[in-house]
Every structure is written in C-alpha cells, then in structure tokens.
C-alpha cells in the first residue's frame, strides 16, 4: 500500500517535470496530468430547471453541476456548466479553444469529435461522469495525447436493476395493461394472451462485464436458463456461483433466447450489430433490453421487428442520436417500452458518479494518477473493451 | 406414502357412505365430495373475444375454458361457462338454483355472496382458479357445509415477480419517462429527480406467506434492507437463508419501510388496515405495491397519500370492486403504476391452475380428497389465513 502511493508520487513528479520541459501539443504534455495553476474547466450536463431544487441530492444536473462548483471556485479554478452542446454557436463550443478539463455525461452527451479535440489546444482530460464513452471520438482522444476516464462501477447496479425492470416489463405484458387504466378501460385478456413469467425463460447477456454480471446474479433466484456471451469465459468459480452457461459463440446463443439483454459497449466492432438479418434468426417474439447503446442496434430493423411481430417487445433508454428527436420511430413502434437515457443517473448514481469525478480531479490537481479501472484512453491507448 | 393413499381412500369411501345417507341439504351431504352421478358444473372466466384464439395456451378465459369442456363433457357432465356474473339477470344467476360445482378466479371475481350461496340448493364445490378466494363469501359457505379450495401455489411466483417489476417500477420512476417518450417530449431530470436505485432501500413486506417468501427470495441480491411482518415468524434457516428480518409490530416495522408490499390475503382483520392515520404514520415519500386485494387499502386515503406526495408512488393490480369502474379515483391519482387484475394470470399461471382444477374436479368425481393445502373451507371450517 505505502509501496503503491511511494510509486504514484514518483509518477506524478514525473509528470510534472515532463509538462515543465515538453512542447505545447505534444502527445506528452497533454496526457500527463497537471500538477499546477488554475484549470479552465467545462461540465455538460443536462437542464433540470424547476426540478433542479426539488431534491437536495440532485447533482447531477447543469444547475447543481456534481456539487463541486464551491469546490472548484475555491481552488481558484474557472467551473462553466452547461447543457448547451450542439452546433457552431452553441455554449460549449465556445470554451472549446481553452478549456483544460471537460466533464461530459452519457445521458446528455456532448460529441467530443476529432475536430473539436484539435480546436481544444489546452485540453489534457476528459471525464465521463457516469460509464461510456463512445460520444467520445476516442481515437482521435488517444493520438491527441489526451487523458479520458469515466467513474468505472459508478452506476453499473442502477443500470443492472433497470434491466431487470424492463425484462419483466417485457415478459409480462405492462404496459398494455398501465395504458388500459389510464384510458378508462379493463380488458385482462388483452394483456394476459401475451403476458407470461419470467421463471423458466432463457435469458441470454451480449457481454457480461460488470453490469451484465450484476444483472445475472439478480436473475438468479427467478429460475431462468442463463446464457452470457462475451471475449472471455468468467473463472469456473464465479460462473457457477451465478449459474450461467458461457456461449463462444454470439450467433449459436442468441437463438436459444426468449430474452436478451444487450451489454456490450458501442464500438467499431458492435456498432448496428443487431441488423435485419441478425434479428431475423432470433426466435420470433423474442423480446430484447437494451440500455447500453442505441447505435448497437439497426434503427430500422428494430422497428420493422417490432412491427411484424417478430420482435416481441424491445425496451431500453439509450438511442441515436440523443435526445432522440421527435420522429425518432422508435416513439411510435408497438410493444416498446422506452424511456430516454435514465437507467445510470438515479440519485444513488448521482452522487456515486459526482463523488467519483471530485475524486479524479483532485487527483489531476496533485498530479497524481486516477485507479486503474477508469481509464478509457492513457498514453495514447485504448481501454480493451472499447478496442 | 402408502399408508396416507390408503387414509385418504378411507376418508373417501366414508364420504361415499356420509352422502348415500344424509338428509340432502344438511352440512354433511354438501361439504362431503360427490362421488356418482351427471353433474352441473358453471365456470365464470373474463372474456378474451379475439385475443381467444391468438394464443394455443390462453386457456384462462371464458372461450378457451381451462381447456376442459371436451374432457367434462365426454363424461356426461354439463359445462356451463359465463363472464355475466352481476345482477339478478346475469347468465350466472340462471343456474345458481341447479349448479353443483362453480369455478370463478379473482381476475374477474363472482361475488358469491351468502343470498347466492342460500339458493345454490344442488351447490357442493366452489373451486378458485388462482389464489385468493375471498370473492366467496367463506364464514356463509362454511356454514353451508360447502367445500371450498383453490389451486395453491399455482400462481405464487407469478405474483412475486410481479410485485418485483413494481417495486423497481416505482423505486426507478419508470413512467414519466415512458410517457416521455410517447408523448414526443426528452427530458431527463424530470425523471431523474426521483429515480432511486433499489440498492440500500428497505423493504418491508406485511404478510409473509408463500408469495412474500418468493418476493424477498427474489429480492436477495439486491442488497436492500428486508423486513417482513407476518402472523408466524419463519423458521430460523429459512430467515437466515432468505436474509430478512421478522417485525412482530407491523406499526413498528412500517414507518422503517421505503417500500411497502402488501402480502396477506383480504379477511376480516385486514380489510381498509392501511386507512388515513395508518398511512400517515409511513415514511413521506414511500412506495407501495399491492398486489393482494384493493379492499386492504382505505381506497381515499391512498389518493389523499399520493395527491400530498405522501405516498410517492402505488402500484398493484387489484381494485375493488373488479373490473374497477372508468370513475375509480386510482385511475386518476399521480404517480400510480396501475394495472388490471393480471399478476396471476399469466399464461404460465394459467397452464397450472387449469391443471389444478382439473385435478381437483377428478378427485370430487371420484370422491377423493384435494391436496390439502387447498382446502379454504373444509367440514365448515376456515383456512388458517382466513380466519
């Protein structure tokens, strides 16, 4: 322990010394993290307006910005928060050109492009508050030298439970049933021809890192048939202590589900993976949870899915682009059960993923490094799992 | 094993010998099982019109007939089924004077009051298609000699995951956001400001039955707090195992409670307990979900507790009277997650109380005891629960 801060130390002073001596632009002295002088730094979040005061703990908001704005100010350090993300006259595009630290969201997310990390000449680090990164041209973040961390483990338990909410959603008919006592109605053969237990379906993970881990331990006691694919097989342990089975095989496991749950980051490799042929070998009314990204899926071949019946329902918070706009058709396909991006910004999650980027800016402030896990892009290097 | 088999057929043959003897009409002939003879036997199912055909396994609903038409009538006996149950015209009326086995469910519950029960003449069996027989009037059937069961354990899990997706419904304020998305709108804090993980809550359960046992089961690794109130403390493995904490006062245990789940069967006692001054002793904010009976909750205090955000959020499934009227306030209340009676009909559930019934009808023609967990009223005597 003592060994492990003695060698953090030694590494900040290093970095220190290398931002003192490097040239401006470098891949170096952007990567590094600073030790000294005050900071520009940026926060995008979303607008809470009236909601904004309606609950003390409601940081993570553009209003009560993480709680970090005393903080920050304190230290001497500028803090600009907006929500205002979009286009060549928006806010944050003016603080482009010298902000040093820009805080983003996945529920509200400013695209970090290539072209903006070049305008962004004094930008060493961009922090995820929350879990995923993709709104990030990563990259181009890596080749700039730039430092991008994201409050690993943060919100992974909001994101798990918010699964299981919307398989049994999904499996046991809700909505249609929510939507006949607010329309004055009561038909229980409308829901119940189509309503059914979770207990006895197979339920199979795209990728079973941490939230898909979280999410399995939670289906355990509901006697499904667990089914996870993912790079790498769990140790035996831990497998047979949750009790799923490990398919190698993406294609061979997916048709055996009734259910299937998409975590899996938004990569090159993930990016419209469920396609029209893809969803056409899936078993017909299979029903699909997605809260990881919208992108992950064809948008089109989600909705023709859902309207020929072949998908049973599909339920998730995450979108392409986001917010979604108005005509998105995933609003208006059937059997959907969808909410905007909510799942990782609870109020737990809040305060966890508020609480996990003071931690790392302090860090940045001492020059010291942030814990291992959070690290998306260092020294030029992508995080495995979005390579 | 061998030895209960031979009681039972004691029992039977002596139920054999009680009926060919009795006076008709006295407590012995009616509670005893009918072993001879062409009986007229009236099933009272909700509707499904065209969702009748569009599911092989929808046998729960008045076309579909828990699938034993072919099988009654092969055998003579005479099979009436009906959803018209209210009202001195209904189709059910027409046969009380003459039937002698009537099957209802509580999804659409005919009322089987004690001026019914005093004209059924001919009326032996009322056998419940799912749990919860309180639809009957059970202190008049038992004095009627009238033996009344119903499919215990048939739809136990269906309920318990049900009230888990309600739970994490509300706790994850998950409708806002759906109606969000339906509505064309994108707003993340008007979501957020009170969306709560699961994680670390309390949840306490009143009655602690088979359904609340397979709720905290399923409740397990959530990592919440697990209270339970109920009439017998489990036993210390099962307590241990399960991971709750027995609360002899349930008016100690309830303002602990950021959940509250009504688990305990409609009866004398319980009938309007959560009234205005027991709800108001609840913690500001908490969440209920009751899917037992409506006529546990003091209908006007739980809107007055959800109007003043007393209460933050109710679900359940149960109403009463069933189906619940277009004016019945919870339709109208904010922040209700409400359903149709549908928890325990799914078509899983409904595959096993059909199967359930359909055993319990081949033990009455043979004149054989049911398993005795069925029993509600029995040789003019109440099931434990319901006493």
């Known amino acids: 322990m003592m060994m492990a801060i003695a060698m953090k130390r030694a590494a900040a002073a290093a970095a220190t010394r290398a931002i003192s001596t490097a040239n401006s632009g470098s891949i170096l002295t952007r990567h590094l993290h600073a030790s000294s002088g005050k900071k520009k730094i940026v926060g995008v979040f979303y607008k809470a307006h009236e909601y904004a005061e309606m609950n003390p703990n409601f940081v993570g908001c553009a209003e009560n910005a993480l709680g970090i704005r005393n ?8 803090y600009i928060v907006t929500d205002d993300k979009e286009g060549p006259d928006c806010e944050l595009e003016k603080h ?18 290539a072209e903006r990390i ?11 508050a929350g879990i995923g990164s993709d709104h990030v041209d990563l990259k181009a973040a890596a080749a700039a030298g730039l430092t991008v961390a994201e409050v690993t483990g943060s919100n992974t338990v909001s994101v798990a439970e918010d699964e299981l909410m919307r398989i049994l959603i999904l499996v046991r008919n809700f909505l249609p049933g ?10 229980v053969a409308g829901i119940a021809h ?6 006895g379906k197979t339920v199979g993970t795209v990728g079973c890192g941490r939230i898909g881990r979280l999410l399995l331990q939670r289906l355990k006691p509901f006697g499904c048939n667990l089914l996870y694919h993912d790079r790498i097989q769990m140790d035996s342990e831990l497998e047979n202590q949750i009790g799923a089975t490990f398919e190698e095989d993406l294609d061979k496991m997916l048709p055996k589900c009734d259910i299937i749950v998409i975590n899996t980051p938004l990569t090159e490799k993930t990016k419209g993976m469920f396609d029209k042929e893809r969803i056409g070998k899936l078993k017909k009314g299979v029903l699909i949870v997605n809260n990881a990204r919208g992108a992950i899926m064809d948008t089109q071949a989600v909705v023709d899915g859902c309207n020929s019946g072949h998908i049973g329902g599909y339920s998730g918070d995450v979108w392409y682009p986001q917010p979604a706009p108005k005509d998105h058709p995933w609003r208006y396909m059937p059997n959907q059960a969808m909410t905007p991006h909510i799942s990782g910004t609870t109020i737990d999650a809040q305060l966890r993923y508020a609480a996990g980027v003071k931690d790392m800016l302090e860090n940045y402030f001492k020059g010291e490094e942030f814990p291992p896990q959070h690290y998306i892009v260092k020294e030029g290097e992508l995080a495995s799992q979005y390579r």
């Not at 903080?71 to 500028?78: A, I, N």
């Open 194 to 199: 189509r309503a059914y237990d979770l207990e």
């Open 96 to 113: 482009i050109p010298d902000l040093h630290v820009l805080i983003t969201t996945p529920f509200h997310p400013a695209y970090v492009t």
């Open 118 to 128: 070049k305008k962004a000449k004094n930008l060493q680090l961009l922090l995820t």
């Open 71 to 78: 903080w920050l100010e304190s230290q001497g350090h500028e």
């Open 178 to 187: 929510h939507h006949q006592v607010i329309s004055g109605d009561w038909n």
